[in-house]
């Protein structure tokens, strides 16, 4: 444990941005995942009707640095192009 009420604080913020960054990285790929799953089962209009949320949770993991710009955009070209917006 730390000593220090500087390094103290530190493992603080550590573990509650952790907390944050694993919800939001797990609601990333639950909604990748769900419309990949609609799309294999032929129900693209409902995977359409997703793809807005999930350029939303994709660019706001991008904003706030849990994975890059680039990676964001070829996430979401991906899945424009899985359900042919």
């Known amino acids: 444990m730390p000593i220090k009420k500087a390094a103290q604080k530190a493992l603080r913020q550590s573990l509650k941005n952790k907390k944050r960054n694993l919800s939001q990285k797990k609601r990333l790929k639950e909604v ?4 990949k799953d609609l799309v ?9 009707s997703l793809f807005p949320e999930a350029s939303k949770v994709i660019d ?9 710009k680039n990676n ?3 996430k979401k070209s991906r899945l ?3 359900i042919k917006v």
């Open 32 to 35: 990748i995942k769900k419309i």
């Open 40 to 48: 294999t089962k032929n129900r693209t209009s409902e995977a359409k």
């Open 60 to 68: 706001k993991a991008a904003k706030v640095g849990l994975i890059k």
């Open 72 to 74: 964001a955009s070829r």
């Open 80 to 82: 424009a192009k899985l």
